[in-house]
C-alpha cells in the first residue's frame, strides 16, 4: 500500500513527519507523494490562520481518493473542526503522535486479516504521548537529517497559539541526543539539523543548547556538519555562541525577533532587550565569515503605533538581515492578544508588511551578491542542486562527465548568483 506524509509548518514538523514516513517504509509500505497514495498523514500547523486555511484545503483534497490521518499543532487545538472536513478522515492530536510511529505494524496486520483501509485505521487503539519517540535514520523527504532534541515552550508570548499546542519546554536528554546523531552519522549522513519548538530553552535550566553542541562536536567526526533551526533570542549566550568557532557548525541563523521596538516586545510578552538581539548578531557575524542571518517580523502587533514601527523598521533597516519572514499580525483564538484592541488596521498592517518584505527583497539581493567568488561547501540534494554552509540553494557544476550525488558534500566557488552557482573545485 502506499503511504506519503505531508507536512505543514516548521522544521520540527518535517522532523517528526521524518519518522513516521521511516516507520512506514520499514514496515513495508511504499511512501509515495499524496496524490499516488492510498494513505494521507498531514501534519499540521497552526501558527496562522493562513495554515491552519491551507491545512482544511489540503486535508479536503486528499480526502477525494484517500484515507487522511491528520496530527500536529491544529490538530490539537481544533480536533472536531477537522473530522467535520471529511468521513474520510480520522485525527490523532499532537499529544498523540507518537502513536503514528506504532500505527504501521498495526495496519499491516489488520488490511492481511480483511479490514479495509479506513477500519483498519478506527481499529487501532493504542495511544502514546512519548514527545521524543521520533527518531528517524533514514529520511524520505531530505538529504540532511533532522534531530529533534527539545519540545513545547516556556514563554507565553501574546499572538503564540503553537505554545498552548505544544506545552510547556522539555528537553531530550544529551547523552540521548549524542547516541541518535552518532547513529545518523553511521547511517551515511553529512548535516544535522538540531530542532524543537524553542531549541535555544534546550535544557535552559542546566548546561542549556551550548552545553548540548558542546557535547556533539566532542563526538562527531570532523566533517558532519550541525546546523541550528529557529533560535529565540532570549536563551542565546556567550557558550553557545563561542560553539560557532569551530567549522563544522554552518554559517545559517534564524532568529525570531517579531518587533524591534521594546515598547512592542513588552506588551506582547516578548522578554529580551533589542541590546542583546544586536550583540548576538554581532558575535554571530565576528566569528562566521558573513553568515546567513534571517529573522521572523510581524506587522502590526498591538501596541504598534507610527512611532514604534519606525523604530523597528530602522533597526532592521540598519542591521541589514539576509533575508526576513514578514507576517502580518494574525490574532489567534485562546491567545492573550486575540482581542486586542490596540493593533494597526488591517489597511496599516498590510502596508507595512509590504514595506518589509521589500526591504527583505533589497538586503537579500545584497547579500546574494555578495557570495559572487566565494569558496564554499554544498550539499549535494536533487536535480543538480544543493544547498550551501549558508542555506543558499545553488546549481552544482561539476566537470564533465559526473553527476553530484545527493548527500554529498562538494566544495567550490560560486561562479554566478543569477541563479546561483556552484562551480566544483574538489570532489568529495
Not at 479495509?116 to 524520505?140: C, G, K, N, P
Not at 549558508?390 to 543569477?418: C, E, M, S
Request: negative net charge; charged residues 30%; proline residues 4%.
Amino acid at each position: 500500500m502506499n503511504v506519503s506524509v505531508y507536512t505543514l509548518g516548521c522544521r520540527l514538523n518535517q522532523a517528526e513527519s521524518e519518522s513516521i514516513a521511516e516507520h512506514f517504509k520499514h514496515s513495508g509500505f511504499a511512501v509515495t507523494a499524496p496524490d499516488k497514495a492510498e494513505l494521507v498523514i498531514v501534519n499540521t500547523c497552526t501558527v496562522t490562520s493562513k495554515a491552519e486555511q491551507k491545512a482544511r484545503r489540503m486535508i479536503r483534497l486528499f480526502a477525494r481518493k484517500s484515507e487522511v490521518i491528520v496530527t500536529g499543532c491544529y490538530a490539537e487545538m481544533a480536533s472536531d473542526e477537522i473530522k467535520a472536513l471529511s468521513d474520510h478522515v480520522t485525527v490523532f492530536s499532537l499529544r498523540e503522535k507518537a502513536s503514528l510511529l506504532s500505527l504501521p505494524l498495526h495496519l499491516k496486520s489488520a488490511l492481511l486479516s480483511g479490514l479495509a483501509l479506513h477500519d483498519a485505521i478506527a481499529s487501532f487503539t493504542e495511544r502514546s504521548t512519548d514527545l521524543f519517540a521520533f527518531d528517524a535514520s533514514s529520511f524520505q523527504y531530505h538529504s540532511r537529517a533532522y534531530l529533534k532534541v527539545q519540545d513545547g515552550c516556556d514563554n507565553h508570548c501574546g499572538y503564540c497559539r503553537t505554545t498552548i499546542a505544544r506545552g510547556p519546554s522539555v528537553s531530550l536528554d544529551a547523552d540521548s541526543v549524542v547516541e541518535r546523531a552518532l547513529r545518523i552519522e553511521d547511517s551515511g549522513f553529512h548535516e544535522i539539523m538540531l530542532t524543537g519548538v524553542n531549541l535555544t530553552m534546550y535544557d535552559h535550566e542546566g548546561d542549556g543548547l551550548g552545553g548540548l553542541v558542546e557535547k556533539l562536536l566532542a563526538r562527531l567526526g570532523k566533517d558532519m556538519r550541525i546546523r541550528l533551526s529557529s533560535m529565540e533570542p532570549d536563551h542565546v549566550d556567550d557558550r553557545l555562541l563561542d560553539t560557532l568557532h569551530d567549522h563544522r557548525m554552518q554559517p545559517h541563523f534564524h532568529i525570531p525577533i517579531q518587533s524591534a521596538s521594546p515598547a512592542v516586545l513588552r506588551r506582547v510578552g516578548r522578554v529580551y532587550p533589542m541590546e542583546h538581539v544586536a550583540y548576538i548578531i554581532e558575535r554571530m557575524r565576528a566569528i562566521k565569515d558573513d553568515p546567513f542571518i534571517a529573522c521572523d517580523v510581524i506587522a502590526g502587533l498591538p501596541g504598534e503605533g507610527e512611532k514604534e514601527w519606525e523604530e523597528s523598521y530602522d533597526f532592521l533597516a540598519r542591521t541589514r538581515f539576509s533575508f526576513m519572514h514578514v507576517f502580518p499580525f494574525s490574532p489567534r483564538p485562546d491567545t492573550a492578544l486575540f482581542k486586542a484592541k490596540d493593533r494597526a488596521e488591517e489597511r496599516v498592517r498590510d502596508e507595512r508588511a509590504e514595506k518589509l518584505r521589500a526591504l527583505s527583497s533589497e538586503m537579500n539581493r545584497e547579500y546574494i551578491e555578495r557570495q559572487k567568488g566565494k569558496e564554499v561547501e554544498v550539499l549535494a540534494e536533487k536535480n543538480g542542486e544543493g544547498t550551501t554552509g549558508n542555506y543558499l540553494k545553488a546549481r552544482i557544476v561539476l566537470p564533465k562527465g559526473r553527476t553530484a550525488i545527493n548527500g554529498l558534500i562538494y566544495k567550490g566557488i560560486i561562479t554566478k548568483t543569477d541563479p546561483i552557482t556552484v562551480e566544483v573545485s574538489s570532489l568529495p
